[in-house]
């Protein structure tokens, strides 16, 4: 087994986020303390488009910098966007495993048929950590995506919306324990 020391995550943030990113930088911490280096970053412009190819090249080049720092085993985890960013590129080049903090899969009106169909093509462990009221990642989308992907994991933060307000810290100590988990296997 790759020494922890050797495994990487990428953290990519929500929209018009960046790698100071509270959500991220908590991430980060606990995942440093878990012996994972965590690569927080910044998206290359400040309000992505329609178009998500430079977030995409973001993440990859991300991910490539890990490699090449000798990372043995690499994540993407992302942030509500991030996610959706991570998502694309774990559905076309998976890696080690793949975490989502809030999936804005489709919200209400607003189908994003791209987004179900990359999650629907992961082929990578994948954790999900929505939350039960979330508005723009409505539980019973990613639980039907869910049913017919076994790479798929949901967990649910009881009472809480998009932002995770108060659970915010079980949803990454539930992130960080999980990924600790599927990095070692």
């Given amino acids: 087994m790759?020494?922890?020391?050797?495994?990487?995550?990428?953290?990519?943030?929500?929209?018009?986020?960046?790698?100071e990113q509270p959500i991220v930088q908590?991430?980060?911490?606990?995942?440093?303390?878990?012996g994972i280096v965590a690569r927080p970053i910044s998206y290359s412009r400040a309000r992505p488009g329609g178009d998500l190819g430079p977030e995409l090249e973001d993440v990859r080049r991300a991910r490539d910098e890990a490699l090449r720092a000798g990372a043995q085993r690499v994540a993407l985890v992302g942030?509500?966007?991030?996610?959706?960013?991570?998502?694309?590129?774990?559905?076309?080049?998976?890696?080690?495993?793949?975490?989502?903090?809030g999936h804005p899969i489709s919200p209400r009106n607003r189908p994003r048929p791209d987004d179900e169909a990359a999650l629907a093509n992961v082929r990578c462990p994948t954790l999900i950590v929505q939350g039960e009221h979330d508005a723009l990642g409505p539980l019973d989308v990613l639980q039907r995506i869910a049913a017919i992907n076994?790479?798929?994991?949901?967990?649910?933060?009881?009472?809480?919306?998009?932002?995770?307000?108060?659970?915010?810290?079980?949803?990454?100590?539930?992130?960080?324990?999980?990924?600790?988990?599927?990095?070692?296997?």
């Fill in 79 to 101: 942030r509500s966007f991030g996610g959706r960013v991570c998502t694309r590129v774990a559905a076309q080049e998976p890696p080690r495993a793949l975490v989502v903090l």
């Fill in 2 to 19: 790759a020494e922890r020391k050797h495994w990487a995550a990428v953290l990519a943030p929500g929209y018009g986020g960046t790698s």
């Fill in 150 to 185: 076994p790479c798929i994991e949901i967990a649910v933060l009881r009472g809480v919306g998009h932002q995770f307000g108060a659970r915010q810290a079980e949803g990454i100590e539930r992130a960080a324990t999980w990924l600790l988990e599927v990095l070692q296997r």
């Fill in 26 to 34: 908590a991430m980060a911490a606990r995942l440093a303390q878990s």
